[in-house]
């Protein structure tokens, strides 16, 4: 039986990524089929409402339970709720690398493999935002 966190959590998801699915498709389109404005928050949709039926299904068997996910989730929206304040103070490449290390800490993932992790995204959104896509921050 999953918890009521757990299918929260998933319908929220699902509900975030079908409006950003959804929205995408007011920004501009460029010509010639090259991907414009909405190719990212289209695929960050998609990837959402995936997760979320993902998560729905895995909750119908009780081995992928995470013990303890209510704090996890608490201090995960805490920690989400100080974005705007760290984007303003640190730049976009190190706040990502700093979430994927905290979200991988926080799915009990080895130190040494969350600070990797936190590196290479930051690595990987310096690259494709800021020196190819020319994003500020």
Known sequence: MQRIWERAA??????????ALVLSRNLPQMEGGYPGPALFPSVLGAMLVFSGLRLLWQGRTE???????????????????LAPWLLGQMGL???????ALAGAWLLGVRFGTALLTGGMVALLVYTVFQRFLGVQG
């Open 10 to 19: 998933a319908l929220l998801a699902v509900a975030l990524g079908t409006l």
């Open 63 to 81: 081995k992928t339970r995470l013990e303890g996910g209510e704090g996890r989730v608490l201090l995960a929206l805490l920690g989400l709720t």
């Open 93 to 99: 490449a190190f706040t990502a690398g700093l979430y």
